[in-house]
């Protein structure tokens, strides 16, 4: 078995940051690196830029006892692990960019028997596709795809699948699926995860891993397109869909997930397209809930508009902002996409009730002042929608509400 005695990890957000911080807790020295300048001086205060549950802690322990350190500049590692982001241009194609960054910017520290790991969830073939960069970058190196047996550089993809709010558990306790180039990449993949992972690691070709990923976050999304449908089906036809799914649900073989106002998340509302992009012909019922999903926030946004128009001045308390329960994560969030709706289309007065942010993210500072607390909202709104059923809200009785006309998007009042 091979051990490491430092590791880089690139990209020090959600992803990245708890993965350096539990790998410095084993006692392996760590430097952690990212574009923000903001993230890196954070970091080395011994601070953290995220919300996620004993993170704080971690770091702490991990930038005092010296063993974690956050740069701008890489630097020479015996591992390099990618987390950088993976989002998807205008036409749904993956945007690749920012891992070729990453690879051209590790390229020059990059030293003969190195391990490059792609954590970043990407469509099937850009591990091989690091490969071929590398190649080009460092022709110096011989690459897995260039010579399975005598390649210098060990390259496997191992897909992060932690749940926000419960990352550091699910770091150590989750199985992993790493997939190698070859199969030399993935054993030497294996022996960085054995580090600090618990769980199983399942080893794979590379394009295998990557589809693994991606098949996860499908079925999830295809599931919640289901509910979300049927949803919209019950509105139609004057039926209560939360009653519906729990007496649906009694039959032994039946698990109906619970619709909402749509799908966010940096996973599951990215991650078919990946799929649809790589095969459109057969990718069909994938991105039929994709499209699904991808309507339900109109559907709500337009639900919210009717019940505004019963007032001559309206003033409506969008319910939570994040994309998903109890954590401050806004990226890709359907209940800001609606709540940014309301306000752009001037449907009334728009108060924003997010208890865990303190502030909204710069590019929406123009709206800083619509951020209300809970009471003040319950208080002066006559249409109160929830779109997160935060614990906060979950707290409100019938009798709260009684007076003002409610959309429920997430079933809290049933």
Known sequence: MHTFSRVSVIGLGYIGLPTAAVIASRGVDVLGVDVSEHAVNTINQGKIHIVEPDLDMLVQAAVTTGKLKASLTPEPAEAFMIAVPTPFKDNKSPDLSYIRAAVENIAPVISKGNLIVLESTSPVGTTDQISAWLAELRPDLIMPHQDPDKADVFIAHCPERVLPGRVLQELVSNDRIIGGITERCAARAVDLYHLFVRGECLLTNARTAEMAKLTENSFRDVNIAFANELSMICDHLKINVWELIKLANRHPRVNILLPGPGVGGHC???????????????????????????????????????????????VIACLGLAFKADIDDLRESPALDIAMSLIRDNVGEILLVEPNIKQLPAKYAAHADKLTPLPQALERANVLVVLVDHKQFKTLHPADVATKVVIDTRGIFG
């Open 268 to 314: 599951i509302a990215v991650d078919p397209w990946f799929i649809v992009d790589s095969a459109p012909e057969q990718a069909q019922i994938i991105r039929k809930a994709r499209e699904i999903n991808d309507s339900k926030p109109h559907y709500v946004a337009d639900k919210i508009k009717q019940a505004a128009d019963q007032f001559k001045k309206p």
